[in-house]
């Protein structure tokens, strides 16, 4: 039996196994995604020091000006990429309601695989397929995924 993934240690009780068993899963097709960082000094612009790294309806606007979030859609796509590369098929999350809602905003197809967990906050435990998402990313995002995927491979 392989290790667990940190994310089935503190979901133990809370995964539905009807929707997925992580534990059966081939362990060379599955990954997790657990923390995304951004350095403290271009994680906020000006003015938003207080605020959620979020991906609203407002960071695709033009007025007053483009607020677009492109270091944190930047990370996302990355680790998609590195795990495509990887032939990691499945990737599990344990997330809070926000990050579900700004990966579905780019077009991933984030489901939700148990009940929500205490765990540094409300998390709830959720997969994506890599595949799915590479197929249903939106096009405002092609482009840049595109350009992160070159880059990852020119560093390869």
């Excluded at 607020?67 to 098929?89: K, M, Q, S």
């Excluded at 077009?107 to 249903?136: A, C, F, W, Y």
């Excluded at 990313?137 to 595109?146: C, D, E, N």
Aim: proline share 9%; with cysteine.
């Amino acid at each position: 039996m392989q290790p667990a993934l940190p994310f089935e240690r503190v979901c133990v009780d809370a995964i539905d196994r009807s929707i997925v068993d992580p534990a059966i899963l081939p362990r060379h097709a599955v990954g997790e995604i657990s923390r995304l960082s951004i350095i403290a000094r271009y994680r906020r612009r000006k003015g938003e020091a207080r605020q959620p790294a979020p991906i609203t309806d407002q960071a695709f606007s033009k007025y007053p000006r483009p607020r677009f979030p492109y270091l944190l859609v930047g990370l996302y796509l990355g680790t998609i990429e590195l795990a495509r590369l990887n032939d990691i098929e499945t990737l599990f999350v344990l997330t809070d309601p926000r990050l579900a809602s700004h990966l579905g905003r780019i077009g991933v197809d984030i489901r939700t695989i148990g009940m929500p967990v205490e765990h540094h906050g409300t998390r709830i435990p959720s997969m994506m397929k890599t595949t799915s998402i590479l197929q249903n990313l939106k096009p405002l995002f092609r482009p840049l995924y595109l350009t992160i995927a070159k880059e990852i491979a020119a560093g390869l």
